[in-house]
Each structure stands twice: as C-alpha cells, then as structure tokens.
C-alpha cells in the first residue's frame, strides 16, 4: 500500500479537517503555562510577582503585622489572613522575623500563613465577608517526619535520562524545582527553629493506612506515601510550589475557567499527593467541580475535605450543592 | 528573565497546540488534556539540556507525549468513562468561515479522532505522527526507539484499520 492509495478523497478530507483543528483556546494555553511555570519554578506569566513573591510577602506581612499576604490573595482576604496567621502562629512569627529580618522570606512561618491565606483567597471567591479565623490545619503537616524523596533536590537541574519513559509528576518535575535565591538561603536555616513551634491540631488525622483512591472513590487524594502508614513532611519549597499551584487554580476560578482550575488542581494532587495544602485543594476542586456540574465528583470531594478535616473551616464554605449525603 | 527561560516560554507558546492536540489524538480523556499537557512541558523543561538542537523538535514532542498519555491509559483504566468534551477551542481558525461548513469540518475532525481510537496505542502514534504530522518514518523510528520496518509495519496495519473504522462511522452516521 503506498503513501496515497489507501485513502479516498472523502478520508483524506477527514484527515484534513483534523489536522486543520485548534489547540485550545488562548486563556486554557495562558492558565497550563502558569501551571507549568509553577510546577518548574519559574516565575508566571506576566512577571509574575504574586507567585515568587508570595512567599516573601507571606514572611514579611506576618512578622510584621504587615498586610501583604498571599502575593496572589484577593485585596479583600488580605488582611485576615495577616490576622489569622498572627493568630495560630504569633510566636513563630515573631521569632522568624527576628531570626530572617523584616521582609524575608521564611517559607517555615509561610507553610503555617499558607493555609490562611488560600482559606481568604477562597472566602473571597465564595462571596463571603472575610473574618479572622485560624489557620487551617497544616501545623500537623510541618511537624511530621521527613521522607528521603521530599527533601530538595541537591542540584537545580538534574541532567534527564534519555528513554526513561514519563514518571509521575513528582518524580519529573521535583528535580527542576528551582526555587528563588533568597527563599532558600532562608528558608533552609529558619524551618528548623520554626517548624516544632508549629501548633499541633487536634482536626488532623493520621491517615488511613492503604487508604488508596481506587478503594475510597476520592478524586484527588492520589496514592502515595499515605500507603506507607508515614506521611511525609514537605519541603519549604515544596509547600511554595504547592502554593503557587493552588494559587493557579483559584486565580482560574476567579475568571470563571473552572476547567483550568480542576487541571491545576489535579496537577498539585499528581505533584503532591499528601501534601501540606491537601485541605485546601480538596475545597478547589469541590468549587470547580461543582461550577462544572459535575455534583458526584464534588460531593466525593467534599466528602473526603469533611473526612480528612473534620473540623476544617473551609467546610462551612463548600458550595450547598456539594455537601456531602 | 534570563535566556533560557525565555527560551522555555518561546518554545511553549510554539508547541503548546500541537503538544495539545497530539495527546488529544492519542485518546487522553478531554478532561484530563491540559493537566496531560502541563505534563509535557514538565518533562520538555526536565529534558530541556539535553536537547539536541539538530532533532526537530515534532517527533520529539510527539514521543514525550506518547509516553505521558500512556501513563494516563494506566491511570484511568477502569476508572470512569468519556463524559466532557474537550473545552473550548481556540477558534482562530474559523474567522470567515460558514457555519456550515465549519460544522461539517468539525464532524470530519471527530470521525477521525473517533476511528484513531480504533488502533492500538503503539499504532495510534506511528499513524498521527506520520499521517496527521507528516513525521517521516525513519524519525518516527529513532523518537519511538523501533526498528523502521517495525514502524513501517505499524503503519500499514494502522492504515487499513484506520480506513475500515472511518468509513465504517460515516456509514453509520449516513444511515442515521
């Protein structure tokens, strides 16, 4: 069979009409970009000060009462997060800030200002007078033991291995972290005095041991180091890129490209499966998935938030639609 | 910005739609297209120094993209079925044009996205790189690590399945 014969006029047009087709739309190819810029730490499109400079702001803004939380955050959510944060963690704060120096960045204290920040970054898209609330429950997270595998990447770059077929994304995309100069410096001499101070909270629990997402139906709650009984510590500068993912989906959110948004949010559920800001990707995805009438999969999903984080705050703002049975 | 990240975003901006659409063509579920594709540049930004310039840069899209979407096969096996369309498209393509017209060019599209998923994975990727891409075979070979005749053989088996399935959908959608 040659090159031609085996196709008609009529295949080929098909063929054609195929090949002829779009990729998606500008705003879908805008929000991947800023994923992926995430994902390898770079900055996001548009030079990008609300994804790199979040993490200084959140150090600076905390410490000293400051108001610039979030670097992405809502104006409106803005101030209570400062609040909130103060509040669960005045006295690593305080401390941090002596230790970096006003308006450095210390990833330890902005692991425990993260959570607040996305809990009025979401308070802000649901429509809701901010308030001063605790963070949610990442103290837990801080504390936990560190695994091998989340520990930074000893080089920026890690030469590629030609014929390796594609990993997970953990696996591609944890050795091209690069994360900014100054946050490093910092953040890998602040988190050991700041982490232990980090508030225990009773709402967090351990995780089921071979809890996996086929046995329990949770849409984004992926396998991995849960099975092991050991739930990892992330990184400071995992728990930035964690940050700046969820950041992307709630930005997607905001313009009203829920399919955007539900794409990041399953990218930080593939980066991170049981990572620090788990609580609230779940609240995310329960807000995308319900903006894209797709009930059963929110309702999973804010079932899973309701299970794993009984007392969670963001529960009380699932959308009505996605509350559990 | 330094150069090699402007690089990066140039490179992006140029392969993002056909990264896209390869992956779509490989039968990525539509909901799971952008996350696939954030995937792909993951691994070209991974990848990114050990480029060689003198390879052009299709085949090697395509093969980290056959790849990704067969991790995504695995991922999803058992899992759920089609339910979303793909999203909205770029509609650059279609200032001018009737409506009619571009309502029969899109069904042609979607016979041909339909019977490419008649084929088997390993002939799905040598039948849209060389039929939808116009990758010649001994690139396909070298980005897939086969033997050319392996491809050429994939090739001739992806044609005529590939012909009987499309012909087979338009006579289904004819009859209807």
């Known amino acids: 069979m040659s090159d031609q014969d085996w196709r008609d006029a009529e295949l080929e047009a098909e063929l054609a009409a195929e090949r002829a087709l779009a990729g998606p739309s500008a705003e879908r190819r805008e929000a991947m970009l800023g994923a992926v810029l995430a994902t390898v730490g770079l900055p996001p499109p548009g030079g990008g000060g609300d994804g790199g400079a979040g993490v200084a702001g959140s150090g600076g803004g905390a410490g000293g009462g400051g108001p610039a939380v979030g670097g992405g955050a809502s104006a409106t959510g803005t101030a209570t997060v400062g609040g909130g944060a103060s509040a669960t963690g005045a ?110 909270s009773p709402t967090k629990r351990p995780p089921r041991a071979g809890t996996t997402p086929a046995a329990t139906g949770d849409p984004v709650v992926a396998p991995g180091d849960e099975a092991l009984g050991v739930p990892p510590r992330p990184a400071p500068d995992q728990v930035d890129a964690e940050r700046r993912l969820l950041d992307g989906a709630r ?21 991170h499966p049981q990572g620090a800001l788990l609580e609230e990707r779940l609240f995310l995805e329960t807000t995308a998935r319900h903006r894209l009438h797709d009930e059963a999969g929110a309702r999973r999903a804010a079932a899973t938030l309701s299970r794993r984080f009984p007392e969670s705050p963001l529960r009380a703002r699932l959308p009505p639609m996605a509350e559990p049975r | ?115 490419i998923q008649a084929l088997t994975p390993e002939c799905r990727i040598v039948f849209v790189m060389h039929e939808l891409d116009e990758i010649p075979c001994p690139a396909i070979a070298r980005e897939l690590d086969v033997p050319v005749d392996t491809v050429y053989s994939r090739l001739r088996r992806a044609r005529e399945r590939f012909a009987a399935a499309a012909r087979a959908l338009r006579a289904r959608e004819e009859g209807a």
């Open chain 2, 1 to 115: 910005m330094d150069v090699a990240e402007a690089e990066f975003r140039a490179f992006y901006q140029d392969w993002v739609d056909y990264a896209w659409r390869t992956l779509r063509r490989l039968g990525v579920h539509p909901a799971d297209l952008d996350d696939a594709t954030q995937r792909v540049f993951v691994t070209v930004h991974r990848r990114w120094a050990d480029r060689d310039p003198d390879r052009p840069t299709r085949p090697w899209i395509a093969g980290i993209a056959f790849k990704i979407a067969a991790s995504e096969r695995r991922r999803v096996r058992h899992q759920r079925e089609w339910l979303v369309e793909p999203g909205d498209l770029d509609e650059r393509n279609a200032a001018g044009r009737r409506a009619d017209e571009l309502m029969i060019e899109r069904q042609r599209a979607g016979r041909v996205l339909t019977a």
């Open chain 1, 91 to 200: 006295a690593t704060a305080t401390g941090a800030a002596t230790t970096a120096g006003a308006g450095l960045a210390v990833t330890g204290l902005a692991t425990a200002t993260l959570g607040g920040a996305i809990l009025a970054a979401v308070a802000a898209l649901s429509g809701s007078a901010p308030e001063v609330r605790p963070a949610p429950s990442v103290g837990p997270a801080v504390a936990r033991p560190i695994t091998e595998h989340e520990l930074p990447p000893p080089a920026s770059r890690t030469v590629a291995q030609p014929g390796v077929p594609a990993p997970g994304l953990a696996a591609a995309a944890r050795p091209i972290q690069t994360p900014p100069a100054s946050a490093s410096a910092t953040t890998h001499a602040a988190a050991p005095a700041a982490l232990p101070t980090a508030p225990t």
């Open chain 1, 251 to 271: 930005r997607a959110l905001g313009r009203g490209d829920a399919h955007a948004a539900l794409a990041s949010v399953r990218l930080h559920a593939r980066l």
